[in-house]
C-alpha cells in the first residue's frame, strides 16, 4: 500500500490551462503539506493543512488553491498556469506534534507548461 | 533565519570512499535536524536525524555530526556504493504554534562511481 499518492504523476498543458494534483494518505496523519521542486531540486513548502484547516501559505500566488476535504486528503488546483509553474509537486504529510517530525512524501508530480 | 545553507552542490566518489556534505543555519529555534535521501523519480525519504544536544548518530554506513555552537551539522557516508547515488537534503525543524515546519537545503547530488 502507497502510503502518500498523488495522481497525475505527470501533467503537460499549455499556458493560461487549469489543472488538479490530488493527494491521498492512508498514515492515519493529520497534517499534509504541498512542496514544489524546482529544476535546481530546492524543495520548497507552499501550503500546510492540519486537519483541513491552512495553517501555512508560503507567499504562494493565488492561483494555486489547496483544498482539504478530509485530513486524508488534500488536492491543489492551479489557475491560468504559466511557464514558471514549471516544477515537481511533491505532497507530504507527518503526524503533529510527532517526536521526530518526519515528513512522508509522494512519488511527486511533474508539471510541464508549454 | 530561516535558512540552511548545504554544500557542496554536487560530489563525485569512488566506491569505497567517504562522501560528505556539510550544513549551515542561523536560526537557534531549529530543534531536528533530519537528512532526507531522494532518488530520480522519487520523493524524498528520511534517512537519519539528529537532535542539537547529541553531537553524533550514527547508522549504519551514515553518521551525522553535530556542532552547536558552530550551528553546523554534516552527513557521513562511509564506504559510498553506487547505491547510495542519490540528492541528499539537509532540514531544519522549527516548532511554531500553528505546527512544526521543516525547512530544507538546497540539496547535494551525490554520484558513487563503481
Known amino acids: 500500500d502507497t502510503a502518500v499518492s498523488q495522481t497525475p504523476k505527470y501533467l503537460v498543458t499549455q499556458m493560461g490551462n487549469d489543472k488538479s494534483i490530488k493527494c491521498e494518505q492512508n498514515?492515519?496523519?493529520?497534517?499534509m503539506y504541498w512542496y514544489k521542486q524546482d529544476s535546481k531540486k530546492f524543495l520548497k513548502i507552499m501550503f500546510s493543512y492540519n486537519n483541513k484547516e491552512l495553517i501555512i501559505n508560503e507567499t504562494v500566488p493565488n492561483r494555486f488553491s489547496p483544498k482539504s476535504p478530509d485530513k486524508a486528503h488534500l488536492n491543489l488546483h492551479i489557475n491560468s498556469l504559466e511557464l514558471g509553474d514549471s516544477a515537481v509537486y511533491f505532497c507530504?504529510?507527518?503526524?503533529?506534534?510527532?517526536?521526530?517530525?518526519?515528513?512522508?512524501f509522494g512519488e511527486g508530480s511533474r508539471l510541464t507548461v508549454l | 533565519q530561516q535558512q540552511v545553507k548545504q554544500s557542496p552542490q554536487s560530489l563525485i566518489v569512488q566506491k569505497g570512499g567517504i562522501s560528505i556534505i556539510n550544513c549551515a543555519y542561523e536560526?537557534?529555534?531549529?530543534?531536528?535536524f533530519p537528512w532526507y535521501q531522494q532518488f530520480p523519480g522519487k520523493g524524498p525519504a528520511l534517512l537519519i536525524a539528529?537532535?542539537?544536544?547529541?553531537s553524533e548518530k550514527k547508522e549504519g554506513r551514515f553518521t551525522i555530526s553535530f556542532n552547536k555552537s558552530a550551528k553546523q551539522f554534516s552527513l557521513h557516508i562511509m564506504d559510498s556504493q553506487p547505491g547510495d547515488s542519490a540528492t541528499y537534503f539537509c532540514?531544519?525543524?522549527?516548532?511554531?504554534?500553528?505546527?512544526?515546519?521543516?525547512?530544507f537545503g538546497e540539496g547535494t547530488q551525490l554520484t558513487v562511481n563503481p
Open positions: 498514515l492515519g496523519h493529520d497534517t
Open positions: 536560526n537557534t529555534a531549529f530543534d531536528y
Open positions: 539528529i537532535r542539537p544536544d547529541v
Open positions: 532540514a531544519a525543524r522549527i516548532q511554531q504554534t500553528s505546527g512544526s515546519r521543516l525547512t
Open positions: 507530504a504529510s507527518s503526524q503533529r506534534g510527532y517526536n521526530t517530525g518526519e515528513l512522508f
